[in-house]
């Protein structure tokens, strides 16, 4: 089991800042080992996911966040990290971490099995 939650959402301006964090507690799991990803989700469209970094520490970022997103992971705290710059109206959304034990498709919501309860960003032009 791993349990997720999320925190560090708000409401910023256009080409504003935020940092989430994504505190996770696994059982039967090492945190180092498992694949972990941010997803979003916005009012009437489907979840995308946005950034996702595998136990090796590779990383995959959605086209739309390239260069304005960083993920990162603590494993000595068992937390992931989304440093989120440049902020535009279209990242608005509820933002989701999620956790899978392997990376076959990171930026692909389905193959995740465990999600926390979400932190919503609201960027206002």
């Known amino acids: 089991q791993v349990r997720l939650v999320e925190s560090g959402g708000g409401s910023v301006q256009s080409g504003g800042s935020l940092r989430l964090s994504c505190a996770a507690a696994a059982s039967g799991y090492t945190y180092s080992r498992i694949c972990m990803g941010w997803f979003r989700q916005a009012v009437g469209k489907e979840r995308e996911g946005v950034a996702a970094i595998d136990s090796d520490g590779s990383t995959s970022y959605a086209d739309s966040v390239k260069g304005r997103f960083t993920i990162s992971k603590d494993n000595a705290k068992n937390t992931l990290y989304l440093q989120m710059n440049s902020l535009k109206p279209d990242d608005t959304g509820m933002y989701y971490c999620?956790?899978?034990?392997?990376?076959?498709?990171?930026?692909?919501?389905?193959?995740?099995?465990?999600w926390g309860q979400g932190t919503q960003v609201t960027v206002s032009s």
């Open positions: 999620a956790a899978v034990s392997i990376c076959f498709s990171p930026l692909s919501s389905s193959p995740y099995n465990y």
